[in-house]
């Protein structure tokens, strides 16, 4: 007797992977080490039920948990490489302007103050965003997710922080929820109100930071359109005690607290996300060795952003390594922002964890995945395939998942399921590693 | 009177582009500077006749220079950016393995000797490939040809190299010259002969250099198989001693000479291609300030190959600024190749010359165009748009070329016209510059 002939349609599968070479579920045991947190199987298959998945695993055992294949969709993978879908924990996607112009002076050699003098930086953003309508900073977000969508990100994280006023973060955070909206992408807001000081409060941080805590988290928070709120920690930003404020401020309004710390200059920084309780902090260049151990303690994930390491012509990378062997749980993000990192390329971002943060292929594919989605409270939802999880996953064009960030910046995904939906097809299915 | 009526059909445009919103044509005069160089026209068009430009310039030029559109094909661009095809001048795109595992025992930190132990390095490369024949590394290249082309590469160099014996060099010549025939790219190639010493010659190396000058050389010249030759001088590699007889050989056969230079150690290696009177001396991170004098001096072309820097982890790149300044012309290549450079990614590779060489975006797209082709001896074939080029040019979802190397590692080719064909057409032909 067959259980599954007493199954509802919605409990039979509508869409089964089968043929899949190697799997990773990214769904192991992590106290394990790497390997054992990949759990990877060979000659496996998946089966979604709606949006979820109902089985990941040897594909053997379809037929012994007697899932009925009904009139299931059934796709062929090749005998490729299948993982979770990408999880970005840190961007900046929605942004109006270009600052390509910028981008030439400085390779010219002109210095942050030049910059900033032909009406450069952060502050040229903030005026784009500031004069375009919410519907054209949807727009913008939109195209952007699918080139994320493109490389195999299903779940995205997207700051605001170009407004500065009320108004405007709050008209970007719906243009992200706008965006959101109609994308098959799980998007995760936060608010960055601290990303910078703008130009009609020059002298009056404090007041700033009022405003922050006493408008825009609360109006954020209870519009429902953030799920954290974030700051800007770093000299000519915002202070430590800022950041205490802020801190407070979402803690009473049930935002969860991300930090950038410790980018451009040694500051305490990771001792102080450890202080505040931040869900990650994320940057860490300069982190001093008292500042893993703060990590590894408060249980606070690391967020690394090598593209933008890279993209600032610094040397010094986040001591990822350090960062791993301490324990700490370590995210990857792109940090896409069209000032330090105006790349939405998630496979260039995996293979510099590689390079330059000293992560190996296995902990560099965690942290895309199962380290990501922790550092956004989506542990078992996103970033893993197991039954219950969403069914985000990608088929590459490879056999084997250390291809990934050794194919440096090259994108890889063949197929890309979000929310049990195929959204994209390209190509025959063949591996590109020969 | 209109002399186009008395054309005949060869001499009318089979295609026309236009509405292009920004025309680089890399046709302008160099000793002018790069903005010069770069020739740009805003409101341009471009007219084809079979694989030739037969006209690129102000849109209302069609008109003035009584061009007959006849039965064109036209393509509106959409008010983008029109670039050259690009050029890379440094490949080794054929091969077979795949070193995915040996680039994660790298990021865990094994030595360069124990990863040769593990039966790494370039002499795994050499065994897969010599195990191979040639029709599956034919379609290996074919498949990366294409990976090329998806980025807007309609010209590209290709050498030998992991043969290291008579048979297999020539073995790889003929598969990267079938891959060819299939191709819409033009490929030139290289025969590398002198890229590593084969375990056979272990303690013989000038044994293998007289193989090198006496055999392989003068079969890939009478054969046709090979335009240039080259040589890796490293310490571990080959000797200035061993670059001089090869030259005579390579000058004796007709044969173009590129080199392998300043890489890992200071050796000395631009003096001595301004010495041999080579077209190219390529990496150079470890240049000295006479080299830089010698290659300006000698006329010889500096290849920058920065994603090799990055995927090798040196701190140290390719003075490119320093060249730039001294009136070294500089071609850019992405050194594609499983050891130190396993991307074909060249919009990586125009970003990490800004970044990390010091060039401008307008020196890295001229690099990336005029440079490389008069690395190649190409000069007025490829990498510019003016009449009698060859047609190969590319229409990016940009509409200012310094966006090409500001969107970091992100293909921007939304048409690909090769020879005169349109090769890649990818949906909708919108900017993201936003």
């Known amino acids: 007797m067959n259980d599954a ?11 089964v992977i089968d043929n899949i070479g190697q799997l990773v579920t990214c769904a192991g045991d992590r106290a394990g080490g790497p390997e054992s947190a990949l759990a990877i199987v060979d000659d496996a298959a998946i089966a979604i039920v709606g949006d979820r998945i109902e089985y990941a695993g040897p594909a053997a055992g379809l037929a012994e948990n007697d899932i009925d294949l009904g009139n ?51 502050l040229a953003t903030v005026r784009a965003t500031r004069a375009a309508s919410e519907e ?7 195209d952007r997710l699918e080139r994320f969508a493109d490389q195999g990100v299903t779940t995205i994280e997207v700051k605001s922080g170009y407004g500065l006023t009320l108004a405007d973060e709050l008209k970007m955070l719906r243009a992200i929820r706008q965006a959101a909206d109609s994308s098959p992408l799980r998007v995760e807001t936060t608010l960055l109100g601290a990303h910078a000081l703008p130009e009609e409060y020059q002298g009056r941080r404090e007041h700033y930071v009022s405003l922050v805590c006493e408008d825009m988290i609360p109006e954020a928070a209870e519009s429902g359109l953030a799920r954290f709120t974030d700051v800007f920690v770093e000299e000519g930003a915002f202070t430590a005690r800022d950041a ?4 407070k401020a979402a803690s009473d309004n049930g935002l969860g607290l991300r930090l ?17 309780g931040a869900l990650s902090a994320d940057h860490l260049e300069e982190i001093s060795p008292e500042g893993i151990r703060s990590l590894a303690r408060a249980g606070v994930c690391a ?18 390594r350090e960062l791993a062997d301490a324990g700490v749980a370590i995210a990857l993000g792109t940090n896409f922002n069209p000032g330090s990192a105006m790349s939405e390329n998630h496979s260039l971002t995996l293979g510099l964890a590689c390079l330059r943060n000293g992560l190996t292929p296995a902990e560099a594919l965690l942290a895309s995945t199962v380290g990501a989605a922790g550092s ?5 939802e996103a970033g893993c395939l197991e039954p219950g999880s969403r069914a985000d996953l990608v088929v590459h064009r490879a056999t084997d998942y250390r291809h990934l960030a050794f194919h440096l910046g090259m994108p890889h995904a063949a197929v890309v399921v979000a929310g049990g939906r195929i959204l994209r097809e390209s190509g025959p299915l063949t591996s590109c590693q020969g």
Not at 244 to 247: F, L
Not at 303 to 320: D, E, I, M, N, Q
């Open 244 to 247: 205490s404020r802020i801190a």
């Open 303 to 320: 967020g690394l952003l090598p593209t933008s390491t890279l993209f600032l012509r610094l040397t010094k990378y986040a001591p990822g």
């Open 72 to 122: 299931a969709r059934q796709l062929d993978a090749g005998g490729l490489l299948v993982t979770p879908g990408f999880v970005d924990s840190h961007t900046h996607v929605v942004f109006a302007g270009d600052r390509s112009a910028e981008f030439a002076h400085r390779c010219a050699g002109a210095s942050y103050l030049e910059i900033l003098q032909a009406g450069g930086g952060i």
């Open 136 to 142: 054209s900073l949807a727009e913008l977000c939109a």
């Open 260 to 276: 950038h710390v410790d980018q451009l200059t040694a500051g305490g920084g990771a001792e102080l996300a450890a202080d505040l």
């Open 376 to 380: 956004l409270r989506l542990e078992g």
């Open 5 to 15: 002939s007493t199954k509802n349609d919605l409990e039979r599968p509508s869409l």
